[in-house]
């Protein structure tokens, strides 16, 4: 029962991992340059490691660390300045205002510069790819190897990834800053997109064995969760949290005793995360106050539909009618095939398989269904459903030459096998 | 990312008459902020006293029912979070955090512990 010393090292590291996207994000606004933000941060992480284990980790460690950061960025801007000479008198500004060690910082204007660099991070400048991993890097305090990890990609291949966003972002001369203009609905999708990305590479691994890489999820959570204590007026960032609440509440139901999937239909309820259920409710009621009469974003329906699902005690009570009605509304606010897909699902329950299966088939022409295993495999439970054991065997068999996930292959030859 | 269940012990005899000052429930209330700010904050809450609450007791196959309070007891819980961290380091920071908002004249015992996963 004695208190155990702690490793300082281990102690420090974890207090920079916990204080670096705001420290990256505070000095990114004075150098306006999220890699030579990210050094300079890393000086700082340096410094502590040599002199808080002599002084003691100071009251306010996050404060300390911007502190220093800060004090390089601006010697680093004066340096800059000196060497082109142009911009001294700036230079003299920033120098007659140096930051004081003792200054509290404005936890608003820390959240201001930690929005600019999700922005920056996610900015449509660059790929889909190298936003996941910046994102990961710089505000999910993910390291380049568990980032490679959880993408399934060389750790090579990341760290390359990593450094060419960041040139690109300043090749670019992309700006440090919230979109406030025109650009900002589009600007606001881009970062949602891509923390549902990283929530979905998490949920269902498009290839390989593992159904569930739970760490990217839980890393997505909390990014959304992040989002929305920075950007609480908008809808569909809390629209996207519910989701990914309600999403994540379902995890233990999600697979079997050796780690195979389980579907909606047959998981266990009582495994449901009743916590994360609560606060996807709670999210998206959220969402639905700050929507303020316009109707509702597509993540913030998709949440809709999971709430749907959470509400039912067993999935023979789920309202069906309901999560019909709500893909109606979603096909109708961001129309795509897979959207229609699952409307058909919904519909099936509500009025018969024989209803679903005329909105699947006016599907297969769909060119961008085109080898999406789960076009077969709806086809093949509703097929099932109506007595068609054959046909629906033919269409399971399709979808399991289609899909690239294993595990998911399997349960789709099981279901061929039963028909 | 593992959640952490830390449950907040207080000796209740020696707590300080009157509960938290307002100057503690201030500080609390920004550093719960931040916690759930950062995303980490999952659930939190304080206890009733203990005196209120009751112990329903399983042995060797009778059930029995003890109201408070406990005479026995020394530390009770009086609250208790659930977080998402990143490891135990981290929860460990937290946890320290929220300590460090009581004044000198307490002493509490936060116990951390991973919930299982699954």
Redesign the interface.
């Known amino acids: 029962m004695s208190p155990s010393p702690e490793h300082p090292r281990r102690a420090i590291e974890t207090v920079f991992r916990m204080e670096a996207p705001r420290v990256i994000a505070g000095v990114a606004r004075i150098v306006r340059d999220v890699g030579i933000a990210e050094e300079l941060a890393q000086d700082a992480l340096v410094a502590a490691l040599e002199q808080w284990p002599e002084q003691g980790v100071p009251d306010n460690p996050g404060a300390w660390l911007m502190t220093i950061a800060k004090r390089r960025a601006i010697d680093l801007v004066r340096r800059r300045e000196r060497y082109t000479d142009k911009l001294a008198e700036m230079g003299r500004d920033l120098a007659s205002a140096p930051p004081h060690r003792d200054e509290p910082a404005d936890p608003d204007d820390i959240d201001d510069d930690l929005l600019r660099l999700v922005f920056t991070a996610c900015h449509p400048v660059l790929s889909a790819e190298a936003r996941v991993a910046l994102t990961l890097r710089l505000l999910g305090g993910l390291t380049t190897g568990e980032i490679a990890r959880a993408v399934l990609a060389p750790e090579p291949t990341v760290a390359q990834r990593i450094v060419r966003a960041k040139r690109t972002l300043a090749a670019k001369a992309v700006a440090f800053e919230v979109p406030y203009g025109p650009d900002r609905e589009a600007r606001v999708g881009s970062v949602l997109e891509v923390i549902y990305l990283i929530f979905n590479e998490g949920y269902a691994a498009t290839a390989g064995d593992d159904w569930l890489r739970p760490g990217l999820c839980e890393d997505a959570l909390r990014l959304a969760r992040v989002l929305a204590g920075l950007m609480p007026k908008e809808s569909e960032v809390h629209g996207l949290a519910a989701l990914l609440e309600l999403q994540a509440s379902r995890a233990a139901a999600r697979t079997g005793p050796s780690g195979e999937p389980v579907l909606l239909k047959d998981q266990s309820r009582a495994r449901w995360n009743q916590m994360l259920v609560r606060r996807g409710y709670a999210a998206l009621a959220r969402a639905q106050a700050t929507a303020s009469g316009r109707s509702l974003g597509p993540y913030a329906l998709q949440a809709a539909i999971a709430a749907c699902h959470a509400h039912a005690h067993t999935y023979e009570e789920t309202d069906w009618r309901q999560i019909a009605a709500l893909y109606g509304l979603l096909a109708a606010r961001a129309p795509s095939p897979v959207v229609e897909l699952n409307r058909a699902v919904a519909v099936s329950m509500a009025e018969g398989p024989a209803a679903g299966l005329a909105l699947v088939d006016a599907l297969a022409a769909e060119p961008a269904l085109r080898g999406y295993h789960l076009l077969p495999s709806v086809r093949g439970d509703l097929l099932a459903r109506l007595g068609r054991a054959a046909d629906a065997r033919a269409e399971f068999e399709r979808a399991a030459s289609l899909t690239r996930n294993g595990r998911e292959r399997a349960l789709l030859l099981a279901r061929a096998a039963g028909c | 990312?593992p959640r952490f269940l830390t449950m907040i012990r207080v000796d209740e005899k020696n707590a300080p008459e009157g509960g938290p000052s307002p100057e503690l429930q201030e500080r609390m209330g920004a550093l719960l902020e931040?916690i759930?700010?950062?995303?980490?904050m999952?659930?939190t809450a304080g206890l009733k006293p203990v005196a209120e609450g009751s112990r329903v007791t399983w042995d060797q196959g009778e059930l029995s029912v003890t109201d408070g309070p406990f005479t026995e007891t020394k530390e009770v819980i009086g609250g208790y979070s659930?977080i998402?961290a990143?490891?135990k380091?981290?929860a460990?920071?937290w946890t320290k955090r929220f300590l460090?908002t009581h004044e000198e004249y307490w002493t509490i015992t936060a116990e951390v512990r991973e919930i299982e996963?699954?």
Do not use: N, P, S
């Open positions: 990312m931040e759930t700010k950062a995303g980490v999952l659930d659930i998402q990143k490891d380091a981290e460990i920071e460090k996963a699954g």
